[in-house]
């Protein structure tokens, strides 16, 4: 519904803000860390948001980046985990770490984050794999794709970057912008996102 809010920023708690734009203050549920980062009381901000509608509940989540949302949305789709759990994620772990984890079984890492146990950080593994497969078989299926030098670390971070909602071209076309090769993994799928998000 809302793709963003940008306004001045009128409150800051520990979860959430009040942005007020044309005389409407909005309540938007956030990271600790993105309330962190954000400006100074008073400020003009950006704030990206997700339009959260459940039986008993009608809330705004916010987000600093594309990415985060992309993020956000990935884990409440996943079975079990709700908005509180995602955003606490948020709080917790950066968006590239957090594909890897995916990529690499990584269950530690994710059961690192409050809230999120055991059997949780394997079902999103499992979820947001299952639908990283999906994404490939239709990758396969299409035309015309940019090729690229792939190698094994390249084609890890296409997926890392996959299991957070791009499509194989747009990261294909990205990577165009800039020199991977010489690149760990890591600063691959971050140099990624900066050309994604763009």
Known sequence: MFAYIKGSLEEKMSNYVVLETMGVGYKI???KTAIGKLGEMGSTVKIFTHYHVREDEIS????????ELKMFEL??????????SAISMLSNISTSDF???ILTNDITKLTKVPGIGKKTAQRIIL????KL???Q???KTEENQTIIEVDEQIDEAISALQILGYHRKEIEKAFEKF???????EDIIRTGLKYLGK
């Open 137 to 139: 078989e239709i990758a």
């Open 60 to 67: 705004l989540y916010g987000f600093l980046s594309n990415e």
């Open 179 to 185: 020199d991977y090769k010489t690149m760990t993994i």
């Open 127 to 130: 979820e947001l794999k299952d």
């Open 99 to 101: 594909a890897l984890s």
């Open 29 to 31: 549920f956030m990271s």
């Open 75 to 84: 884990l409440i789709s996943v079975s079990g985990v709700g908005a509180k």
């Open 133 to 135: 497969k999906a994404e």
